[in-house]
T-cell receptor, first 113, second 116 residues
Framework: GENVEQHPSTLSVQEGDSAVIKCTYS??????FPWYKQELGKRPQLIID?????GEKKDQRIAVTLNKTAKHFSLHITETQPEDSAVYFC????????????FGTGTRLQVTL | GAVVSQHPSRVICKSGTSVKIECRSL??????MFWYRQFPKQSLMLMAT?????????EQGVEKDKFLINHASLTLSTLTVTSAHPEDSSFYIC????????????FGPGTRLLVL
């Protein structure tokens, strides 16, 4: 089955700096890659996603890049703010009837003042 | 749009009792719902995939007789933890995928289960 690895496990940046979180996946058939933000005790919130027919997608301060050849994708957050502090999870799935998500292990992002 | 609710938000029960958790899609029809378990400071682990009107598909290592899943309608799936034990204490989260929609999963707020 699919295996998703995520790095780093923790990341501390100063407010205004950029943060980058990287994930790799194992199944070349995976073609949907969402990123979720989860605050303590809350539900995961979809922040951005990318499909395999696209190499990059951007939404304001958040961007995701995908390298299908290398089987890795990354989340980029620019101009970080304290409210960006949370745990971020990447995931991968094979589009189809099941579309099960396999999650990465999570990255705890801390944005300091 | 795309709101998923869960009930209850937290539950404390005695060891040996059964607990039922409901997951509802409030403003869309969900042909597929997923149940996850999340231990503290860990990732979400998929337990089972639930399709309306058919039996759930369980992930390897998840006991189907212990975690009963029913998806009786396009807006409701239930997870029953039978004969709960302290090691079943966890954060249970459901998600739903819209009928005819793409792969996007919308998550419920989760249910924190504590078994004494």
């Amino acid at each position: 089955g699919e295996n998703v690895e995520q790095h780093p496990s923790t990341l501390s940046v100063q407010e205004g700096d950029s943060a980058v979180i990287k994930c790799t996946y194992s199944d070349s058939a995976s073609n949907y890659f969402p990123w979720y933000k989860q605050e303590l005790g809350k539900r995961p919130q979809l922040i951005i996603d990318i499909r395999s027919n696209v190499g990059e997608k951007k939404d304001q301060r958040i961007a995701v890049t995908l390298n299908k050849t290398a089987k890795h994708f990354s989340l980029h957050i620019t101009e970080t703010q304290p409210e960006d502090s949370a745990v971020y999870f990447c995931a991968a799935s094979i589009a189809g009837t099941a579309s099960k998500l396999t999650f990465g292990t999570g990255t705890r992002l801390q944005v300091t003042l | 749009g795309a709101v998923v609710s869960q009930h209850p938000s937290r539950v404390i029960c005695k060891s040996g009792t059964s607990v039922k958790i409901e997951c509802r899609s409030l403003d869309f029809q969900a042909t597929t719902m997923f149940w996850y378990r999340q231990f503290p400071k860990q990732s979400l682990m998929l337990m089972a995939t639930s399709n309306e009107g058919s039996k759930a598909t369980y992930e390897q290592g998840v006991e189907k007789d212990k975690f009963l899943i029913n998806h009786a309608s396009l807006t409701l799936s239930t997870l029953t933890v039978t004969s709960a034990h302290p090691e079943d204490s966890s954060f249970y989260i459901c998600s739903a995928r819209a009928r005819g929609g793409q792969e996007t999963q919308y998550f419920g707020p989760g249910t924190r289960l504590l078994v004494l």
